[in-house]
Structure formats: C-alpha cells, structure tokens
Antibody, heavy 119, light 107 residues
Framework: QAQLQESGPGLLRPSETLSLTCTVS????????WSWIRQSPGKGLEWIGY???????DYNPSLKSRVTMSVDTSKSQFCLKMNSVTAADTAVYYC?????????????WGRGSLVTVSS | DIQMTQSPSSVSASVGDRVTITCRAS??????LGWYQQKPGKAPKLLIY???SLQSGVPSRFSGSESETDFTLTISSLQPEDSATYYC?????????FGGGTKVEIK
C-alpha cells in the first residue's frame, strides 16, 4: 500500500529555514511528479511546487524566491526547503503525488506536517 | 493565476438529499478540474479528476460535470460519511490553484 510520510521540525523562529522530507513507501518514486502543498486557515490550500524524480522542478511564483526542492531516489525521498520564514508560513504542509505526467491531480497524500513559525 | 471560486461556502442537508457544489474558474481551463474531499485532521482525498472522471474506489453517488468555466460536484444521495469540506482544483496552468472550499454538514 503506497504511503507518503512527512518529517521535519514543527516549530521555527522567524527568518529560519523550513526543511521537510517526504518518504515514499509502497510505491516507486520513479516516473512520478511529487508536490508540496500547504494549508493554512488564512489562505486555504496552496500549491508550493513540484519535483520530478529526474530532478526537474517548478515552483509557485509567489514562493519561488524562497523555495528549493530536491529528490533522492536512492532513499525514495524528496525534500522541501523554504528560507526566511515568517508567521505567514505557519501551515500544515503536505507532500503529494500527481496522478500521471500532465495530469496534475493528486491521488496520494501524506498525513501532513504542522509547521508553526513563532518567536 | 487562475482564481477558483466555490459556492456555497457551506451547505446543510439531510441524509438522502441531492447536494450540488459549484466551482467557477476565472478563465477557460478545459476539463482540467479536480474535486477533493477533506475531513477534519486528514489530508484531502481525490474524488473526481478531469472534471467528470471518478477516481478509483470513490462511490458512484459522487459525480462531476462542466459547462465552460463552471464546474459542478454532485452528491446524488447524501450519506452521513459525506460530512466534510470539498475543494476544487484547476490543473490547466501553473501555479495550480484551489477553491476556497465548501463545508457540507448533515442536518
């Protein structure tokens, strides 16, 4: 049974770097596009960006200057880094799999990781 | 960015009722529209993709349709387990964007 699991610190101070890892189990990380999506009470669901198993990526322009994604196929993991966080980045962060190339719908989600930014 | 506007923001209906949720895109997105169900404390679950295709394992009481930039999710006979928030998402252009959600409650 395919599963995604997010991991990373739950509490950050303003200006720090958010770092999350998504571990893929029960499914191949190859040949899929993997995304990060966040959900906050104020902004609802927001797509952060995607990374392909080959390493190609694209990000939401609203976050592009602060976001980097990477993938490690040997560990079946992909990662999100977001620098210079503020309280506005407080949210539940989900990793998710796109159904297929060109089909940007998400059929597999992690449980979510709550990240709180507070001084 | 493409704006996705959902209505209503909430609906209360009885078991067995037909429930309709609408999502309007700010520009043409063809059939690149998905619907998700989210229950409290859980991740969203894909119900419908490509406007009207039922995701595997989803009950047939859920259906989707489209008319230009207007999209509809219909629950033909509401069940207690359908109490949740429903979101639409456009998959036509980056950045991908979601609607604001519709909360469905059981009377």
């Amino acid at each position: 049974q395919a599963q995604l699991q997010e991991s990373g610190p739950g509490l950050l101070r303003p200006s720090e770097t958010l770092s999350l890892t998504c571990t893929v189990s029960g499914a191949s990380i190859m040949n899929y596009h993997w995304s990060w999506i966040r959900q906050s009470p104020g902004k609802g669901l927001e797509w952060i960006g995607y990374i392909y198993y080959s390493g190609s990526s694209d990000y939401n322009p609203s976050l592009k200057s602060r976001v980097t994604m990477s993938v490690d196929t040997s560990k079946s993991q992909f990662c999100l880094k977001m620098n210079s966080v503020t309280a506005a980045d407080t949210a539940v962060y989900y990793c998710a799999r796109a159904v297929a190339a060109g089909y940007w719908f998400f059929d597999l989600w992690g449980r979510g990781s709550l990240v709180t930014v507070s001084s | 960015d493409i704006q996705m506007t959902q209505s209503p923001s909430s609906v209360s209906a009885s078991v067995g009722d037909r429930v309709t949720i609408t999502c309007r895109a700010s520009q043409v997105i063809s059939t690149w529209l998905g619907w998700y169900q989210q229950k409290p404390g859980k991740a969203p679950k894909l119900l419908i993709y490509a406007a009207s295709s039922l995701q595997s394992g989803v009950p047939s009481r859920f259906s989707g349709s489209e008319s230009e930039t207007d999209f509809t999710l219909t629950i033909s006979s509401l069940q207690p387990e359908d109490s949740a928030t429903y979101y639409c998402q456009q998959a036509n252009n980056f950045p991908l964007t979601f609607g604001g959600g519709t909360k469905v409650e059981i009377k």
